[in-house]
């Protein structure tokens, strides 16, 4: 028994080590950003809804500005980001995405929403 055992731990340990070597490949970074426009209310706090990467969504309470980046996140994941306001034109809205937070592209830009696969 113990023959097989020893057998079966570098079998783990190799395969363990290869799956670590690819997952980075998956691991994206996401940048949130909101700026206001010239109708939003910056002395009023509103709601930023991000989806976070453990899979659920979260409120954040900001004023002027929201800047955040967070990660990471697994591709094929929805990523949903809303500033919450009674007009859906008070912010400008970007989703900036990056594999290992290097070289963040601007993946899409609108108006106080955005909903995303990851690719």
Same mark, same amino acid.
Request: net charge negative; proline share 6%.
């Given at each position: 028994m113990k023959k097989y055992l020893i057998l079966f731990i570098p079998l783990l340990l190799t395969l363990s080590c290869t799956k670590e070597k690819n997952y980075p490949d998956d691991?994206? !970074?996401?940048?949130? $950003?909101?700026?206001?426009?010239?109708? %939003?209310? $910056?002395?009023?706090?509103?709601? %930023?809804i991000v989806t976070l990467?453990?899979?659920?969504?979260?409120?954040?309470?900001?004023? %002027?500005? !929201?800047? /955040?980046? !967070?990660?990471? !996140? /697994?591709?094929?994941?929805?990523?949903?980001?809303?500033?919450?306001?009674?007009?859906?034109?008070?912010?400008?809205? /970007?989703?900036?995405?990056?594999h290992e937070r290097k070289d963040f592209q601007l993946a899409y830009a609108g108006k106080n929403q955005i909903d995303l696969i990851l690719p």
């Open positions: 691991e994206w !970074y996401v940048h949130f $950003v909101a700026i206001p426009t010239e109708k %939003a209310n $910056v002395n009023k706090e509103h709601d %930023a990467p453990w899979g659920h969504d979260e409120k954040f309470l900001f004023r %002027a500005t !929201y800047d /955040q980046i !967070y990660g990471p !996140y /697994q591709k094929g994941t929805r990523i949903w980001f809303l500033v919450d306001t009674p007009h859906l034109d008070t912010y400008d809205v /970007q989703l900036w995405i990056s």
